[in-house]
């Protein structure tokens, strides 16, 4: 039985899997009126947002993604990603990695929940 002890969760913008990044990111800015508020090239990564507030990351898809893997991520935050973690996998969920330190000060992991859906998990000081 999972603890149940709360566990503090808040949201963070949804991530969207670009097959060729460039093309994504501008095609946001130019169709919806996003503006890059910060970009990663080491990643790629880049923080997007609208003049109403809805938030979306763009990150470079994994080369070997196949086309038909869906390609849009939620994406949550946390205090302590190792807890939530193992909450997830002792309620019956897939953690798809241990959580990592990004080497930029901050903590993430990955899960899918029973049905495969994909979610990561950052902690607060992720920018």
């Known amino acids: 039985m999972p603890d149940s002890t709360p566990i503090p969760i808040r949201p963070r913008e949804t ?9 994504l990111v501008t095609w ?6 996003f503006r890059v508020l910060r970009r990663f ?3 790629p990564y880049a923080n997007l947002e609208t003049a109403g507030g809805v938030a979306i990351g763009i990150g470079a898809a994994p ?12 994406q949550i935050e946390t ?7 193992q909450r997830v996998l002792s309620a019956g969920g897939m953690i798809q ?5 990004a080497g930029g000060g901050f903590s993430f992991g990955s899960f899918r929940d029973p ?13």
């Open 63 to 74: 080369p070997d993604t196949p086309s038909t893997d869906a390609t849009v991520i939620a």
């Open 97 to 101: 990695g241990p959580e990592r330190d």
């Open 79 to 85: 205090d302590d990603v190792g807890v939530l973690l």
């Open 15 to 23: 991530v969207i899997l670009a097959r060729d990044f460039e093309r």
């Open 28 to 33: 946001y800015q130019t169709a919806l009126d």
């Open 41 to 43: 090239d080491e990643l």
């Open 115 to 127: 049905e495969g859906n994909n979610w990561w998990v950052v902690d607060a000081a992720c920018p």
